[in-house]
């Protein structure tokens, strides 16, 4: 089976992406041996129970990650720069869903953009659901400019234990997309992990592309392995191949 006897031009692609993608820009996995999740507690830091008992731990962990986007080597690689290209040629439509909370894909020319777990780069409180863009730290004793209450303010991320964003917009892509792509995530975390399933119940052709086979790889028709910035470029090639007859 290849991707050219299942996928035309006319079919809509649905990429989803995960921390790998970003790997080569200097940012760190979840679940990697060097991994966020191997210095850090999730029950700590990503909760809405961590906030309410330990604000001051929860902001000062995404503080960190908010200054470490302000890094000038921080910056979109040839993967992210490859989907921007995909979206400018590609016929039928192209959606990327991506669970990363940089903001590396709309650097790299990505426009058509779900940020399905939040934007590390936007600030929300929690009160009155008010956004602000903004790179600086966010401190426990902020007043929200919207509702004037305290100590509310709060990274534009989703938690565990909280719905993902724009659930609606990506199930009714799931259910119209040709060929369904899966890069660079572990697939431990629902309901991305169960992207593949939909997409494939409404007859869409899957691949995933990663350093190494996922939790998930079963129910992908093909894979495509190594590093991002080699494997995401290349198969950006192919289907500009597809595209051009
Ligand atoms: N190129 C491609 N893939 C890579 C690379 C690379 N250079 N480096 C690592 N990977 C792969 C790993 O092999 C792994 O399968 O990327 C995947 C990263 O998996 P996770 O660390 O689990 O990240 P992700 O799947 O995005 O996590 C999902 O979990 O904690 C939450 O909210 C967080 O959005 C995140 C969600």
Known sequence: MSLSDHVSPAHTIVILTGAGISKESGLQTFRD????????????????????????????FYNIRRAQMGDPEIRPNAAHKALGMLERFWPGGVLLVTQNIDDLHARGGSRNL????????????????????????????????????????????????????????IEAALGRCGLFVSIGTSGNVYPAAGFVQQARRHGAYAVELNLEESLGVSLFQEGRYGPATEIVPAFVDELRALAEG
């Open 33 to 60: 041996p060097d991994g966020i999740w191997a210095k850090h507690r999730i029950e700590d830091v990503a909760t809405p129970k961590a906030f309410a008992r330990d604000p001051e731990a929860v902001l000062g």
């Open 114 to 169: 779900i940020h399905m777990h939040g934007e590390l780069m936007k600030t929300r409180c929690n009160e009155c659901g008010h956004l602000v863009e903004g790179i600086g730290d966010i401190e426990t004793d902020m007043v929200c400019a919207a509702c004037d209450a305290a100590g509310t303010l709060r990274p534009h991320v989703v938690w565990f234990g909280e719905i993902p964003l724009e659930m609606k917009a």
